[in-house]
């Protein structure tokens, strides 16, 4: 990391932070918000899953509302026991029937390895206990994922799951065939 790119905690305290940036820009969105006076049951009955890639709009991407989706986002889209418990949250109590999984090109998953883990144990003197759940390939890291969520047995919807890459420099999805 370049240390000319990053000003020092001290002059980031005597500035605006990037969060004052955020609140301020919510002042703007708020002046102009009604209350859309929906329920929170999603629009779409959908659950996406998606890695926190900064690249992927996923609301741009998929042509979705506000209200439409549950949004469940991780590093790699990866399909934990945490994702789990939202997504059985998302169909129990609030109705949704789908599952649209979305990995993409050029994620930072793919440059890890579990060595990770490793070394921050020897930084900080304590292994974590999550996997990394780096991959190499994204096809078969995606067709993992589909089949984590189609086994779940706390799912009650487990027919409709589909698996895509996200091209991040075309912005096209290409669907993974789960065979
Ligand atoms: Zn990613």
Redesign the pocket.
């Known amino acids: 990391m370049s240390t000319s790119a990053h000003p020092s905690a001290d002059a980031i305290r005597t500035g605006p932070t990037v969060t004052d940036r955020l609140v301020e820009a919510n002042e703007r969105y708020a002046a102009e918000f009604t209350d859309p006076g929906m329920d929170a049951r999603p629009v779409l009955r959908v659950a996406v899953v998606a ?3 900064a690249r992927l709009d996923l609301h741009a991407a998929l042509g979705l509302e506000l209200g439409d989706c549950h949004t469940i986002r991780n ?3 990866v399909v934990t026991d945490d994702v789990i418990r939202s997504l059985t949250i998302s169909q129990r109590a609030l109705g949704t029937r789908s599952v649209m999984l979305v ?2 090109t050029n ?3 793919e440059s890890l390895t579990e060595d990770f883990r490793h070394e921050l144990e020897d930084e900080v003197g304590q292994r974590p206990a999550w996997a990394v759940e780096a991959f190499r390939d994204v096809d078969q890291d995606v067709r993992q994922s589909m089949q984590r969520v189609r086994t779940s047995p706390f799912l009650l919807h487990s027919d409709d799951v589909r698996g895509f890459v996200f091209d991040v420099t075309t912005g096209l999805l290409r669907e993974i065939d789960p065979a």
């Open positions: 890695c926190m890639d590093a790699g889209g990995h993409h994620c930072g998953l």
